[in-house]
C-alpha cells in the first residue's frame, strides 16, 4: 500500500519556524512536491525537489524562507519553513511521483501521491 503521511504542523507566532516531514512508504518516489490550500482558496504548489536532476524548486512566495530536503533514502521529506507569515497558514500536503519526470513545473498533475495533509496556522 502506497502511502504518504505528514507530520510537522501546528500552531505558531509570526516569524517563526516550523519543519514539515512526509514520509513515504509502499513505493520509491524520485520526485517530491509540498503544496498547500489555504481556507476557500485552491491548492498552490509550495515546493518541490526532483531527485533525477538533484534540483530544488519554489513558489515564489516562499523563495528564501522555506527549504525542501530529504533523506538519502529518499522515503523522507522536509520542508523547513522559516520566517513564517499569517499568510502561510493553510493545510499543506506531501505528493509524491514514481517516475522520471524532467519538467520544472510541479503542477498537481504532475504527482500520482498525495498524503492527507497537515495543518499550519501561523498567528499575528
Known amino acids: 500500500q502506497v502511502e504518504l503521511v505528514e507530520s510537522g504542523g501546528g500552531l505558531v507566532p509570526a516569524g517563526g519556524s516550523l519543519r514539515l516531514s512526509c514520509a513515504a512508504s509502499?513505493?520509491?518516489?524520485?520526485?517530491y512536491g509540498w503544496f498547500r490550500q489555504a481556507p476557500g482558496k485552491e491548492r498552490e504548489f509550495v515546493a518541490g525537489?526532483?531527485?533525477?536532476?538533484?534540483?530544488?524548486y519554489y513558489a515564489d512566495s516562499v523563495k528564501g524562507r522555506f527549504i525542501i530536503s530529504g533523506d538519502n533514502a529518499k522515503t523522507t521529506v522536509f520542508l523547513q519553513m522559516n520566517s513564517l507569515k499569517p499568510e502561510d497558514t493553510a493545510v499543506y500536503y506531501c505528493?509524491?511521483?514514481?517516475?522520471?519526470?524532467?519538467?520544472?513545473?510541479?503542477?498537481?498533475?504532475?504527482?500520482?501521491?498525495w498524503g492527507q495533509g497537515t495543518p499550519v496556522t501561523v498567528s499575528s
Open positions: 505528493a509524491g511521483r514514481a517516475s522520471y519526470y524532467y519538467g520544472t513545473s510541479f503542477s498537481q498533475g504532475v504527482f500520482d501521491s
Open positions: 509502499g513505493r520509491t518516489f524520485r520526485n
Open positions: 525537489i526532483n531527485w533525477s536532476l538533484r534540483t530544488t
